[in-house]
């Protein structure tokens, strides 16, 4: 969503989520050239089944923006799945009520901000574990860590107050 927001610049105007298809569902590149359907897949991997749909832009010979788009020697190509464009659609209309942007603020605060602490200061960007249970197993060590350092200065630091008072 915030990509979605940003301004338009030379950079990211290529990006596919910058080619939405219109009213009557052509997608269309920066040069104006349109997409065309090349292929429609049902796709079962995952939780659930989704059909992918494959566009080609076959007008790339003799764009003056094609360095710019892709360095395909067969033109640009999208895909895009229609219910994964209607999730984000309607994503993106929840968030900008005023309830959604509320909720986003407390996600900021609360939990983004320990994992930016766990990555940051303690310099672990990494998970080191391969199986599920191994993968959690070694989160709740870390979360559990987190919270005795968190424990152990805020107590150190009710120490100090007391001594400052009592001298």
């Known amino acids: 969503m915030h990509k979605e927001q940003e301004k338009v610049t030379d950079k990211n105007r290529?990006?596919?989520?910058?080619?939405?298809?219109?009213?009557?569902?052509?997608?269309?590149?920066p040069q104006g050239h349109a997409f065309t359907l090349e292929q429609t897949k049902e796709s079962v991997k995952g939780r659930y089944p989704r059909t992918i749909h494959f566009y080609r832009n076959e007008h790339y010979e003799g764009c003056p923006l094609r360095s710019q788009c892709t360095r395909s020697k067969h033109g640009r190509t999208l895909q895009r799945t229609d219910k994964l464009a209607e999730m984000k659609i309607e994503i993106r209309e929840n968030l900008l009520t005023e309830t959604g942007q509320e909720l986003m603020k407390q996600r900021s605060i609360q939990a983004e901000g320990i994992f930016g602490q766990i990555k940051q200061d303690q310099e672990y960007d990494r998970l080191w574990r391969r199986k599920e249970t191994m993968v959690k197993l070694e989160l709740l060590l870390v979360s559990i860590g987190h919270n005795l350092r968190k424990y152990h200065t805020h107590r150190m630091q009710k120490q100090k107050t007391n001594q400052k008072k009592h001298s």
């Open 14 to 29: 290529f990006r596919s989520y910058r080619m939405k298809p219109d009213e009557e569902g052509n997608i269309y590149c």
